[in-house]
């Protein structure tokens, strides 16, 4: 990267200067977050750019913690021993790491056991790990600021559902505002009494207290937590949804209810192992889809995303300069995978460049995609030639980016497709071309197929001045203007990529020398 500012360049003025080379997001470049909640005890290690995070590693155990705490009120026995033994080995994989100290924090269960403070000191005095329990409304924040390191600006209700308690926040402006905690855990409400009618009038009860609290929400209802993200893996399989990855799946109130039903009506461990959900997790889902199921016909949300960022990217977000919390996350991480893998870093703003003619009359969204993609057209290329175009689109389709909905992803990854092949039948894209209209299916072959020609006329800055694309669509002319210097460049596999492209614009060509 050359470091200059994309703004003097970018007809949009969408993007500046890269930060993942600052030293105020490198510092966050490689950073160890441990969760203790009620249910699990999780280590992640993030890794590359700070605004969006790669998973360097990530581990958890079940230790169920908050199990039985309603009738002893202490800690699961043995899932404290189970916990401390995760925490043990937690230590001694950051320090193989080398990494910073660990930030740990501890949630519901710790937070209300009278065995807590013992716990705490067990794990200082064992690990030399300083646990900071956090309240309920601090959880609420941080599971906000979670969502927010994944969604920038966005608005909208955070639930949080951990094994004791479930949280809300809203978010507006990227700010979070109003907050509350509940007792309505699963692990909570399967030891309550009054079986199935007890629960439903105690869900029914602190949910209206909830609503009191938080007020009117009819935005986005965005879902951070194991059991929300196990409801939706059932939801997936329901449906027979194509794309399995969780984060920015979508449902709403009709796919709710459905989902509630089905499970009810499932035998409980076939539809797990059908759906790939732990045992642990799954004896809470029936517990968590009776609060889902009150909170969507509570607070009437106008849809419904999974989010699989939460409280561990909070964490993260917590300590990022406002600078970089304000960066859009896709963007950043394109940039850095540039700068990391592609043989000509820098390369991607030239390309972007060049094919900004394509697409004069695309929104930001989509010309936000069409960076994405100019910037990640190149990484993959030390995969076999024969499956780049495969490695490009599996990877634009399931990798860990931000900010991208499911659409988007099956967008950028049929362009990354077509940036090595020409043809996508035979392909994965077939399993998933229900997710991308007919319209956005042919620019991302437009995209895909000008990235594929743009690839071969610029490999020195003299042969880039003056090059350039020009596209009439009332005329249904793709000129292609060439200098002096880039002719050479223009050989016949370079003129058949160009005369696909135009096949798919449905152009005639045209192609000028300037003098």
Known sequence: MDGTSDAEHDPMGLFGRPLFNDPKARALSRVGVVDIGSNSVRLVV??????????????????????GMSDTGRLNPEGRARALQALKRFQALAEGMNLPPLTVVATAAVREA??????????????????????GEEEARLSAQGVLLGWPGSYGLVCDIGGSSMELAEISDGLVGRRISSNLGPLKLRDLKGGQKGRDDHIKAVMAKLADHMGPQRDRLFLVGGSWRAIARIDMYRRGYPLHVLHEYRMDKKAV???????????IEELRQACGVSSARMDLVPYAVDVLKRLVQTFKPKDIAISSYGIREGLLY???????RDRDPLIEACRFAEAKDARLPGFGKKLFRFVTPLFSNADAARMRLIKAACLLHDVSWRAHPDYRAETCFDNATRANLGGLKHSERVFLGLALLHRYKNKREGTRFEELEGLLSEKATLEAEVLGKALRFGSMLWMSDASADGTALEWRPRKKLLRLKLTPDSVPLYGEVAEARFLSLAASLGAETEVVVQR
């Open 114 to 135: 009278e065995d807590g403070p013992d716990f705490r000191d067990d794990v200082l005095r064992e690990t030399g790990l300083r646990i900071w329990v956090i309240g």
């Open 257 to 267: 209810n459905q989902t509630v039903k089905f499970i009810k009506s499932s035998d």
């Open 46 to 67: 993030f890794d590359g750019a700070a605004r969006s995070p790669a998973y360097f590693y990530n581990e958890k155990l079940m230790c169920a913690l908050g199990a």
């Open 318 to 324: 917590e300590q990022m300069p406002q600078e970089l």
